[in-house]
């Protein structure tokens, strides 16, 4: 993860809530500094069974390309 952004808390949760996620990728780029890597950002649901979203937020996270290593693999 890169980082978080626009956190949102709009509606409480409770113990023994069950929470649902659902995610959107909002972004996909190259990374500038790693020729191996690309940059996801996505937007993430929290909801509630009955619907009520309970948290809600944007997240970036960076990803190897399919069939790239690590550098400090061996």
């Given at each position: 993860?890169?980082?978080?952004?626009?956190?949102?808390?709009?509606?409480?949760?409770?113990?023994?809530?069950?929470?649902y996620a659902e995610?959107?990728v909002l972004e996909?780029?190259?990374?500038?500094?790693?020729?191996?890597?690309?940059?996801?950002?996505?937007?993430?649901?929290?909801?509630?069974?009955?619907?009520t979203i309970v948290?809600?937020?944007?997240?970036?996270?960076?990803?190897?390309?399919?069939?790239?290593?690590?550098?400090?693999?061996?």
């Amino acid at each position: 993860n890169l980082g978080y952004d626009k956190v949102l808390h709009p509606n409480p949760a409770f113990h023994n809530d069950t929470i649902y996620a659902e995610t959107e990728v909002l972004e996909m780029r190259e990374s500038r500094s790693r020729a191996n890597a690309g940059i996801v950002k996505f937007k993430h649901w929290g909801r509630k069974s009955d619907g009520t979203i309970v948290i809600e937020f944007e997240r970036t996270a960076m990803f190897l390309k399919i069939g790239q290593r690590l550098d400090f693999l061996p």
